[in-house]
Nanobody, 122 residues
Framework: QVQLVESGGGLVQAGGSRRLSCAAS????????MGWFRQAPGKEREFVAA????????SYVNSVKGRFTISRDNAKNTVYLQMNRLKPEDTAVYYC???????????????WGQGTQVTVSS
């Protein structure tokens, strides 16, 4: 059974940084794409970032390019999201997601975590 557990959320001031982690268990994930989504109050869940199984390919939504960095440690089955220069509009619940396909991860990932709240104060 696949389990994804996010951590690292919390309250941060605008302009600050935060690193989210997502620990995956239940299988070996080195062949799986991993990524992050977020959902702000009253809005639909949106794709944020993805990384291929090898780590060589990454993808970001335009609004976070240059500020967020996704990375992974396959030895630990963990994906990270380093968030810098945070803005109040980054406030959301952040969800980890996993799929065998890097292309499908952006639209319909097979597995989801429970989410971690990130609140950016102005």
């Amino acid at each position: 059974q696949v389990q994804l557990v996010e951590s690292g959320g919390g309250l941060v001031q605008a302009g600050g940084s935060r690193r989210l982690s997502c620990a995956a268990s239940g299988r070996t994930f080195s062949n799986y794409a991993m990524g992050w989504f977020r959902q702000a109050p009253g809005k639909e869940r949106e794709f944020v970032a993805a990384i291929s199984g090898s780590g060589f390919s990454t993808s970001y939504v335009n609004s976070v390019k240059g500020r967020f960095t996704i990375s992974r440690d396959n030895a630990k089955n963990t994906v990270y999201l380093q968030m810098n220069r945070l803005k109040p509009e980054d406030t959301a619940v952040y969800y980890c997601a996993v799929d065998h396909s890097f292309a499908l991860l952006r639209s319909a990932p097979a597995y989801w975590g429970q989410g971690t709240q990130v609140t950016v104060s102005s």
